[in-house]
């Protein structure tokens, strides 16, 4: 048993080590780049086609409410917000289907009354 968990703590540091080369790789390879997201590259993308600038079908709600556009950190904290959200459905319904799978096994021997 403690080979496992000797093997699986190895495991843990190589991947963390991964994912930080990962995000700073990139920074120091492309020195100069621009990292812009997929909506610049949609609108950069229509232009070039058209001949002329992309123009949006709507204005988000909470830009119109506050008259002009959200800052960058309030952007943020609302995707963050909305990941989060859908991170913990996701994560309940998988612990209710593997709870249920429990249940059910324990049934099926004979463990449990219906």
Not at 5 to 18: F, G, Y
Not at 28 to 45: I, R
Not at 107 to 113: F, I, N
Request: net charge negative; charged share 25%; with cysteine.
């Amino acid at each position: 048993m403690e080979k496992s968990a000797k093997s699986n703590k190895t495991l843990v540091i190589v991947l963390i080590i991964a994912a930080i080369l990962i995000a700073i790789v990139p920074l120091f390879a492309l020195k100069g780049a621009e990292f812009g997201g997929s909506d610049d590259a949609g609108s950069q993308m229509i232009s070039e086609i058209q001949g002329k600038e992309a123009q949006p079908w709507f204005e988000p709600v909470l830009e119109q409410m506050i008259g002009g556009e959200l800052p960058g950190e309030i952007e943020s904290l609302i995707f963050c917000i909305q990941t989060g959200i859908g991170v913990g459905i996701i994560a309940y319904l998988m612990g209710k289907f593997v709870e249920r799978k429990k249940w059910q096994d324990r049934l099926d021997k004979g463990e449990l009354k219906e």
